[in-house]
Nanobody
Framework: QVQLVESGGGLVQAGGSLRLSCAASGRAFSMYTMGWFRQAPGKERQFVAA????????GYAGSVKGRFTISRDNAKNTVFLQMNSLKPEDTAVYYC?????????????????WGQGTQVNVSS
């Protein structure tokens, strides 16, 4: 069982930056692929980024590639999402997710463990 707690959300102006964190409880954190997803009001949850257990493989949605960076610190059981050049369309609740595996999965259905989410608002 893995419990996930996100933090770091908030209100930022367009062009600004935020860094989200997701702290995981449980053992063998390095065995879990970690993902970030987001859901805007009235829209489906969408993939943002994912990172393999070792941190050696990452994947990004096209809409955030070049602006967002996912990373992890396995010694601290934490995964990060650095978000730069934020746009109003990045406004959403951001969720951290975990699944056993070795590749950066993009499908939400693959992830059995989810955090409660953190709100990100980007003003124009």
């Amino acid at each position: 069982q893995v419990q996930l707690v996100e933090s770091g959300g908030g209100l930022v102006q367009a062009g600004g930056s935020l860094r989200l964190s997701c702290a995981a409880s449980g053992r063998a954190f390095s065995m879990y692929t970690m993902g970030w997803f987001r859901q805007a009001p009235g829209k489906e949850r969408q993939f943002v980024a994912a990172i393999s257990g070792s941190g050696g493989n990452t994947g990004y949605a096209g809409s955030v590639k070049g602006r967002f960076t996912i990373s992890r610190d396995n010694a601290k059981n934490t995964v990060f999402l650095q978000m730069n050049s934020l746009k109003p369309e990045d406004t959403a609740v951001y969720y951290c997710a975990a699944t056993l595996g070795s590749i950066p999965y993009t499908q939400a259905s693959v992830y059995p463990y989810w955090g409660q989410g953190t709100q990100v608002n980007v003003s124009s």
